[in-house]
């Protein structure tokens, strides 16, 4: 039993590293207002697994969507915004069963 356990526990490190979510950054200006900024922080998974999340300090909330690239585009709707990857891009690995 325990020697199933810790493969199991081995699995499972191995998927969590595989599996990691990238992390990106949105910020910039409202618009019509330099001293008014934007600023959140997320992590992309693929969009199978959840999409996207952002969190936005300055209203505490968090933003859920398909992708960094969509939560952009609603930034976009109310100021001069920029996305940035924080982490380059995810290793593209097979995933191991799990299960």
Do not use: N
């Amino acid at each position: 039993m325990e020697k199933v356990r810790r493969e199991r526990l081995r699995e499972l490190a191995e998927y969590v590293r595989i599996d990691k979510p990238r992390l990106f950054a949105i910020y910039g200006l409202f618009h019509g207002d330099d001293d008014m900024t934007l600023c959140g922080w997320g992590m992309q998974w693929d969009e199978e697994f959840g999409g996207a999340l952002l969190y936005d300090p300055g209203s505490r909330r968090t933003w859920q969507s398909e992708s960094a690239e969509q939560l952009l585009i609603r930034y976009r709707l109310v100021g001069d915004a920029r996305l940035v990857w924080l982490d380059g891009e995810k290793p593209v690995a097979v995933r191991p069963a799990i299960g």
